[in-house]
């Protein structure tokens, strides 16, 4: 059949490069951090609707009762300028794209060295392992294929799901000031 | 992989490692679950997408336009969704673009007319016959969704939906000409299908294109 299957990809089954470690780890440091306060800021340089995408998701969430978190997509054309400007030590910031042309290994430089949480969500040439502390990458996926055919969105779909799962463990999450709503 | 974790005390490391053990296994189960609804999606639902994709060949081939519009997530899926036709990875862009994206025109009409109405008004004033109008809508049962095909419907457009659940209200509307069914109860497995699906209809609307620019 010719609608079937063509140029999608196969991500985080068993056995798939251990992405489920990868946003396990990632969940918990997210969960770990917006108990304490912090904010979420969601960057993705060329794929807009993925940041936009993931911060309504924890805004907003589409599963009643669970908990309204603290995200914000960053579309501007400085993205950068925005975080410097707003972004708080110890905020998170999730970077979704490919590595070229979008910018977001410097971007994500940056943010480390003012004490930023960095996650990467990405498909392409993989960076370097030490580019984000977390880098979801899809291995072998084509970035512009990735960004349309459900890929991405499934990663940050369970980066949100994990998260709240995070939060049913609140003796395991930092923070001062609590869980916001909490 | 450890250097994430805070200082724990030890009876609390030992849980974050049960806890951490866990959440990859449910995530890795999830994404399983995911490529299978997708291949069981696309090849129950094969033959209305490429239905779908024949109508909407046609009309974009012929100089149509395609709408497209959702609420939430699905709005950001709808604007992805008018990226890929309107600046695809490869083949003929086509004239595509969301009516969820703008936020001037979003509370203007929400503002004064109620959010019921902020896709339809907006096809009121730019819809042409010849046309398409793609709604995105988890449950199907989002009211400025339905309105906008009812709206699209009566305007002579095409008219397609990508919906989860069983169909919700959106189905047997009598509105819709080219309803995709993702049949499952979990929104996030729903919205990645619905990725997947719109990424095949793309792929065999872009197909029909060549072979009729060839012939």
């Not at chain 2, 503002?111 to 109008?133: C, K, M, T, Y």
Request: proline share 6%; hydrophobic share 45%.
């Amino acid at each position: 059949m010719a609608t079937t299957g063509t140029g999608t990809v196969s991500v985080g089954g068993p056995g798939a490069g251990g992405l489920g470690r990868v946003v396990a780890a990632a969940s918990l440091a997210i969960a770990d951090r917006l108990a304490g306060g912090a904010t979420m800021w969601c960057v993705a340089p060329g794929w807009p609707e993925h940041a936009r995408h993931v911060a309504v998701e924890f805004v907003h969430p589409v599963i009643m009762g669970k908990r309204a978190l603290p995200a914000v997509a960053v579309d501007a054309v400085d993205p950068d300028a925005v975080l410097r400007a707003s972004a708080e030590p110890g905020d998170v910031v999730v970077a979704i794209g490919p590595p070229v042309p979008s910018g977001v290994a410097d971007l994500l430089v940056r943010a480390r060295s003012r004490g930023l949480v960095t996650v990467w969500i990405g498909a392409g040439a993989e960076p370097p392992g030490d580019a984000a502390d977390h880098l979801l990458w899809l291995d072998g996926a084509e970035p512009e294929i990735a960004r349309h055919d459900g890929s991405i969105s499934l990663c940050h779909h369970l980066l949100w799901e994990l998260t709240h799962v995070c939060f049913e463990h609140p003796g395991l999450l930092g923070g001062e000031a609590g869980p916001p709503d909490g | 992989m450890a250097d994430f974790l805070y200082p724990f005390l030890d009876a609390e490391a030992g849980d974050a490692a049960a806890l951490l053990a866990d959440l990859a296994r449910s995530a890795d189960e999830k994404a399983a679950q995911s490529a299978r609804l997708r291949v069981e999606t696309l090849a129950r639902e094969g033959p209305a997408i490429d239905a779908a994709a024949e109508a909407v060949a046609d009309r974009l081939g012929a100089g149509g336009r395609l709408h497209t519009f959702g609420n939430g997530g699905s709005a950001t899926d709808a604007a992805g969704i008018a990226v890929l036709f309107g600046c695809p990875p490869r083949g003929r862009p086509l004239p595509a673009r969301s009516l969820a994206e703008d936020p001037a025109v979003i509370t203007a009409l929400g503002n004064d007319v109620g959010i019921e109405l902020v896709f339809s008004r907006q096809l009121i004033a730019h819809a042409r016959p010849g046309d398409v109008a793609l709604g995105v809508s988890t449950s199907g049962t989002s009211r400025n969704v339905l309105a906008a095909l009812a709206e699209a419907h009566r305007r002579g457009l095409c008219t397609v939906v990508l919906v989860g659940y069983h169909g919700g209200d959106v189905v047997g509307s009598g509105v819709v000409d080219h309803p995709l069914v993702v049949r499952s109860d979990s929104v996030h497995r729903i919205q990645e299908v619905q990725a997947a699906v719109a990424f095949a209809l793309w792929e065999a609307v872009q197909a029909r294109l060549e072979v009729g620019a060839g012939a």
